[in-house]
């Protein structure tokens, strides 16, 4: 890709230096047969394919990308759901959230690149000189759509209206302005609905776009059309939408009801601890749907056993267990040594959970929904077993005595042997309670790693759509079409499976299905763009996030600033910065 990049620039350059040569330049010119250019690089199938597989990559770094956890603020940092727990953090302090944020410009820059590539793939496919099959070229185009789609997807409901592109970009533009919100929209609507018509419905390759993921898409983006353009026939068109995966028209697909995968038969647990279970070895992942995950729709493949398979910047783990888990396994006061042990993990709480998700959010989930159980949140931390030549040895009889001093100031010497809980009071400092014990997300992280490492032998796959989330969808469509039954119908599916006690249609409305979503899809949904696409990112942050957040967010928030940058280099036209930033 840089090959054809710098090509293309090369050539551009050429163009404006020497647009005035004639004859006396012949000498300059030359058949481009020995470097790749745009023009020669997508001929066949695969190298389309190459081109496309880019895109994946580029998605794939909104999921995993470098060890920070500034890079996870799409998950929904400082909302109702997480933060970063430090005061003076991005995301915790919503006053930190500026236009010249380095975070913002990235994720800006990516999509955009994602538009350009995908944009370039598309025109290269009504070239003569193609060697593509229609069919094959029907397959090119759809993903590129889809890819485009997304892109867009993200930065409108991130930053609202922002230039549409719908051809390579070769010459320089120094006036590009913004369209609406609605107008973005519809050109992802219309993406979409390309990609969903022309993907195949089912793929032997595991993560390659299929019909269902882009229908799912549809549907979410037919309700943000039908919020922004107050349209409400769109609501309607999003139910058809998500039916069409819900009710197996475009693929088999169910939610996963009885334990499945490589560790199923590891008693205590349950089927959506299962769905979490990163790959076991290169040919096999819970997550994938071609292992008989019929609840997968498009997962971002990891693989740990190829070159490049962790991604650009990591090399030899992924960072979710390391993001959200928080760092027990450094308690030495209360028996654990360093280095971290292979069952409890490196996490290093880059973000934890809100009090709203630990204390608030199950209150009328019920006594047995299996998401809030100890085997998927783990809420009591125990002495570990000592170790001894190197190795736990588990029963040892030992006793753990540290000196704790109480909230009130007492000083209290704490005892206990392994497997004794570490009660609460006697976590009496900051660091204690932000970063070395809160609710630990099992869905986050693994009990085992390669080669017993857990600094570096952790690689998890992540759902980008699961079935789950279709239901919650066309749930959100009908409430919006004024279907509580029916959007209550399809909530229950997902609260059925979990065990969680029903929801009544008369409870319906958007906050419990913003609820929902965190019980069942945390960690996994960007839910950021949920909150932003919605216009409640300020509200749900000021009733349920942080403390600090709660009191720094600002209904500005609800759209998120256009980088600076931006705006410089739209010096020929009023390039407009989001209100109040």
Known sequence: MKKILYGSSLALALSLICGGCKKDDEFLKETPSDFLTTGNAYINFAQFKTGLNDLYRLVRLNY????????????GSGTDNIFPPFDNNNFTDWNLVNPV??????????????IYNANTIL????????????????IVQAEARFFRAYAYRYLSYLFGGVPILDKPVTTPNLAYTRPSRAQVYDFCVKDFQFAAENLPQTTSEAGRLVKAAAYHHLAEML????DESKSPDNYTKAIDAASKVIDKQVGDYSLMTQRFGWRKDIPGKNVFWDMFQMRSTASYSNYNYQNGNKEAIWVMQVDKFLTGGLGVNLTTRTDQERAFWPSFWALEKFGYSQPARDWTGRGISLVRPTNYFTYYLWNNSGPNDMRNSEVNIQRTFYAPPPIINGKEVPGYDTTYTTQVTLFDGTPFTVKLKPGDPIKKEWLTTRQDTMERVFPRVMKMGSDWHYAGD??????????AIRLAETYLVRAEAYMKAGDNVKAAADINAVRGRAGATPADPGEINIDYILDERIRELFGEELHTLTLTRLGLLYERTKKYGYVVSQQTVQPRNNLFPIPQSVIDANSQAEFAQNPGY
């Open 454 to 463: 857990p600094s570096n032998g952790f690689a998890q796959e992540s759902y």
């Open 64 to 75: 995993n990308n470098r060890d920070s956890g500034d890079d996870f603020f799409h998950f």
């Open 223 to 226: 309700i943000a059309l039908g």
């Open 123 to 138: 025109a290269q496919t009504e070239n003569p000189a193609v060697t593509l099959t229609p069919a094959q070229k029907l």
């Open 101 to 114: 944020l380095g975070e913002l410009r990235d994720v800006y820059a990516r999509h955009y690149t994602m």
